[in-house]
């Protein structure tokens, strides 16, 4: 009766053990997907931002629009920790497009450029949130091999 039960133990413990691997090998595959994305998000952001500076020249996309130490900036988007300990994006809406510092007529292409790196924040956040939460799931996975050591060598 006993050998059932210990056999029954180590059985439930294997098949956590199962579990917890196939959910490593989902959170890697999801953080290679959101990689690939983050570098296509990436090179199409400086490729547009290369555009606009060749279309209106280098002095009009430049640092020289950007605001001086002096001046007070308001960040558009802000990354917080919520209840779960988890990283959250958020906009500010009341903010001014940091996109005006170039002019009132800005190029599309300039535009899509922001709208790449906005986005590459986002995507940086959930790789982020992913990366913790394999790395929990490593330290359950440990916990789980030396439990089931415990229960073999027994």
Known sequence: MEHTDKSAQLTQVCETLDELTLKQVDLVDEQLVLMSKLSSLLTGGFI?????????????VS????PGEDSI????ITVD???????AVSRNKEVNDPIK???VLVPTSLKQSQQAFQ???EIAVEIVNIRREWLKSLDTLEEFKTLSSLKISK
């Open 48 to 60: 547009d931002m290369a555009k606009s500076r060749y279309i209106n020249g280098e002095k009009t």
């Open 63 to 66: 640092t020289t629009q950007i």
């Open 73 to 76: 900036i308001e960040a558009v």
């Open 81 to 87: 920790r919520d209840n779960m300990n988890k990283l």
């Open 101 to 103: 510092w170039f002019g």
């Open 119 to 121: 986005k590459v924040v």
